[in-house]
């Protein structure tokens, strides 16, 4: 993108993620007695970027009847950019999942919340575009040429050209992973979504997206998730001063506080008749099977840009 001096012009910054405030600081803070804020983050306001995130769902239960105790949530996110000067290139999500009053481990016991099954897990490819590629090799072939006894080298190139088409997408890719800045042993406690535009569209990452996330819990404790953005965006250069004033302004929000044994579902997917298995009865006493199961539908309703 042209930023005015001929150079394209790349921000890349760095939030966690929170509803906004007043004069845009991107921060919140956890009511008295608040549990499971749902609204995690809704700010239009960073020159032409739209960042958000939700929580759509929360059940609390069983992996299988009579199993262990876990816990499902599905995460949605929305990272918009208004048009191609505000467009986002690529992003990670971070989401840490840590035991409410984060407990030292003893004797092998760990107090945080285990990452077993998440969707999307691995590469999830969208927006596949063929673009026509020329590949051109040059080859230099020399010789010698004699004329009244004098030694003449001659070199010339010749090309050799092949034209082919390769495909270019838009990707999401989630890892299941152990937060190394919290502990360096013990079971995973984190995940990370990967966007990534199709480069050759340059339409952006994708629109809207969601994370379903079933985690095993050692007990009926609270527990909490943190979740962080890091962003690459082109913008204007005379936009760039406005990021980097709002973003510094922006306190750390409030983690997300879970409490096992109060579901919930928000307001937009339980009114919503195409919400499909979203927003239909989940089987608290089943829940190991809900994460492919969801992630089926949820494949189909992905924006790619």
Request: negative net charge; proline residues 4%; charged residues 25%.
């Amino acid at each position: 993108m042209d930023s005015g001096n001929g150079e394209d012009d790349q921000y890349s910054f760095k939030i966690p993620l929170g509803p906004t405030g007043e004069d845009f600081q991107l921060h919140t803070k956890n009511g008295v007695g608040e549990i499971q804020r749902a609204n995690i983050i809704d700010d239009s306001s960073c020159s032409g970027l739209h960042l958000q995130a939700e929580i759509d769902r929360i059940v609390h239960g069983t992996d299988t009847e009579n199993g262990v105790p876990v816990t499902l949530i599905v995460f949605g996110f929305h990272l918009n950019g208004f048009n191609d000067n505000r467009r986002i290139k690529s992003a990670t999500i971070e989401i840490l999942f840590q035991d409410l009053q984060k407990r030292v481990p003893d004797e092998g016991h760990y107090y945080d919340p285990e990452v077993i099954a998440l969707w999307p897990q691995g590469a999830l490819q969208l927006s596949e575009t063929s673009v026509e590629v020329q590949d051109t090799k040059g080859v230099e072939v020399g010789g010698d040429a004699g004329a009244m006894g004098l030694s003449i080298n001659t070199a010339f190139k010749t090309e050799r050209q092949r034209r082919f088409m390769q495909a270019d997408k838009a990707t999401i890719h989630g890892s299941i992973r152990l937060d190394f800045d919290v502990r360096k042993h013990g079971p995973k406690n984190a995940i990370r979504l990967q966007l990534h535009e199709n480069k050759t569209g340059r339409t952006g990452v994708v629109n809207h997206t969601r994370a379903v996330v079933l985690l095993q819990r050692k007990n009926q404790d609270q527990f909490t998730a943190t979740v962080k953005v890091d962003a690459s965006a082109d913008i204007l250069s005379n936009a760039k001063r406005t990021l980097q004033n709002l973003f510094g302004m922006a306190e750390e929000n409030d983690p997300v506080i879970f409490k096992p044994g109060v579901d919930y579902i928000s307001r937009s997917i339980s009114l919503d008749p195409d919400a499909g298995a979203l927003g239909a009865y989940i089987d608290d006493k089943n829940l190991g099977l809900q994460v492919h199961k969801l992630g089926v539908e949820l494949k189909a309703s992905i924006s790619p840009s």
